[in-house]
């Protein structure tokens, strides 16, 4: 089920350098890096619980720590069923969803199309970018409401 923590002020595109606090700051580029990460492991490895993990990071981002890993998976799952002929299910698990229904869900209501009429539509449309995202956060007039570098595309997959 997709979250909604509420107003949020976005995260500029280049909020991961820009965050003062480093673990937070470790925690929005591992996100970056690998979204499906869950939650429980970035606080470990932060040495935060989970809570203090997502209050810090809505303190030092003005963002939802989990309105940021969802977007995050939706642009890499969108990124690789662009980009290769993995199935659906694959992209699912690759991007942190253990069921695809789950994923299919959540990527029609943010992209407004299943993974699938994605995929087939693919080469008539712009890819995603935080532009696509704007019924989901509401747009601000300075910073960006999705992602931290929304342009550049994820890493390959490994």
Known sequence: MMHHCGDTKGVAPAVVPAIRDRRIRKIAARIVAAPHTKMELLAREANLSVSWMQQLFKKHTGECITNFIIRRRILRAAHLLRTTELRIKEIAAHVGYSKTPTF??????ITGQNPGDYRNASESQPPLSCHSF???VPPTALLCPVCAQCEE?????Q
């Open 153 to 157: 595309p994820p890493p390959p997959v």
């Open 104 to 109: 299919d869900r959540i990527f029609a209501r």
């Open 134 to 136: 704007l019924d989901f």
